[in-house]
């Protein structure tokens, strides 16, 4: 049986820093780390890479940044702001929405459960993970493709789907570290387990990995 910890513990020796929500390179962004931030930077992360997610970030959190601003801005202004996350017009209508709810029924408050966040635009169980995890320090597990994809990879999971792959990682994975699992897989993910050509050779899990030993270790493809 795989040892969740020490999988984990050889992923954060390899790459010394983790992810947070709009950080880029492994530096954390500019701007607060509160939760309102860390909500409205996770949800223009959607679809897009970190390296657009911190541009975005910054651009429209040095013109607006606290909920009553983002609710009283121009669309198209917002829109022009966070171009570099993708989907603007979508985007741009969830957050000022978001910063809406937030700033005229939670009284500037971002909710801190699961099932508060999940009724926002654009605020799915991964979004709302991340938000808990990251802004609140509430053990939960953000599943997002680098995790679902990794998780399955090594054989942690066997799963179709990130809920899937959420709810055996909750069963397997120590709650002391549950925040870690979505900070460690996506940076690990971006480094060394990549989703094409994968770097097997300077991996330190390649023994604990299913796909090592079914597939590189067998012959089947050729080392990376």
Not at 116 to 144: E, Q, W
Not at 197 to 203: L, M, N, Q, S, T
Request: aromatic share 6%.
């Amino acid at each position: 049986m795989k040892d969740p910890r020490r999988i984990l513990s050889l992923m954060r020796n390899t790459i010394k820093v983790g992810v947070f929500p709009g950080s880029k390179e492994g530096k954390k962004a500019g701007w607060p780390s509160d939760p309102f931030h860390v909500l409205i930077s996770t949800v223009l992360s959607q679809r897009t890479r970190d390296q657009n997610t911190a541009n975005a970030s910054d651009s429209l959190f040095r013109e607006y940044d606290t909920p009553c601003q983002i609710a009283n801005a121009p669309i198209e202004r917002i829109g022009e702001l966070i171009r570099p996350a993708g989907f603007p017009n979508q985007k741009a209508k969830a957050i000022k929405e978001i910063s809406r709810r937030i700033h005229e029924e939670m009284n500037d408050e971002v909710p801190d459960s699961l099932e508060d966040l999940i009724i926002l635009p654009m605020v799915g169980r991964k979004t709302a993970n991340c938000v808990l995890s990251y802004a609140f320090h509430i053990p939960a597990i953000c599943v997002d493709t680098h995790v679902h994809r990794i998780s399955n990879r090594i054989g942690l999971v066997v799963s179709d789907n990130p809920e899937s792959t959420e709810e055996q990682l909750r069963k397997i994975v120590p709650r002391d570290l549950w925040i870690d699992v979505n900070s460690l897989m996506v940076r690990f993910g971006q480094l060394i387990c990549l989703p094409r050509r994968p770097r097997c050779d300077e991996c330190p899990i390649s023994t604990n990995c299913d796909y090592y030993q079914e597939v590189v270790h067998s012959g089947k493809v050729k080392k990376q």
